[in-house]
């Protein structure tokens, strides 16, 4: 076993001629490997690599980021070669009562111990569902595509059959469209992004509603309709991106079919950002001839200053009131006002 005297070096000869452990251009993240093939999670195996307890090709590799060819590079955690096992798409229908994590404290029963997959591959949870939820579960021990689906950041969207008490009101659905403010424990409270609702049915005690986010913050929906006043009575998840829940029942398991695969594969390939049809800040999506109209519509404006619609001063804040009289000084005289030195700040 030789220990890489420079980070990211195959092994030792002419290194200028050597790729480097480092280059993207050799393939996956080495922790993303290990994590497929079952050695433990992404984040545990970090620490491996860190610790020096994972050689490639023979060399111990230490440093951050590292990229392999699963195909043709020999990788091995404390002495012994990880598994090379196929990769396992599975849809569950998760029932009331079971956890959505493989490492239970309390003994509940876990999604994962309804799948008895033939592979005998280790599965792990796309995601969570927490355990008075039911509906729609991914199961895989694909960790790239895991991390695509469950991260906000890629913006693939799961969709909800909400059942709550009461009548929930046009008001209390265009809040809900546009995002409240929830407290998280480990970091201060922020608004959630907006989401797209679809009301199905609305009677005296119950309201039927879809509801289609992306974020997976703890218990999100629960809490955003118990601010505006509804209890969630039922939760069921029906849709994950493009792929709906089909051809199952409470409690039951398939394999995902290759264009569902596909399908999921697509919707979070794409960057953060460049998908079609991003709702930011926003409660619903106006059409494009109405984003354009309004684009072409406000250049003229800016040009000119007495094109702007009048404001009533008596319905403005106090911040708003000096943000008016700052635009009208700088419309009168030209200059913009320098800003106040704080007195406590830096000098």
Known sequence: MGIDPQPGWISGGDKSKEPRFNDPKRGKRLQTVMADAGVASRRACEALIEEGAVEVNGITVRTLPVFVD??????????EPIRREALVYVMLWKPKGVVSTNADPA???????LVGH???VRLFPVGRLDADSTGMLLLTNDGELAHRLAHPRFEVHKTYEVVLDGDLDDAALRKLEKGLHLADRDRPGRRTEPVRLQLISRERRTTKILMELHEGRNRQIRRMLLLVGHKVRKLHRVQVGPVKMTGLKSGTWRELTPEELEALQSASAKRPGERKGRQARVGKVRPLDARDSSTQTASPKRKGTNSERPVDPNRLTPAQKKAEEARARFAKTGRVPKPRRDANGPR
């Open 70 to 79: 699963p195909a043709q590079d020999r990788i091995l955690v404390n002495g």
């Open 107 to 113: 003994g509940r029963p876990r999604a994962i111990d």
């Open 118 to 120: 033939p592979s005998g």
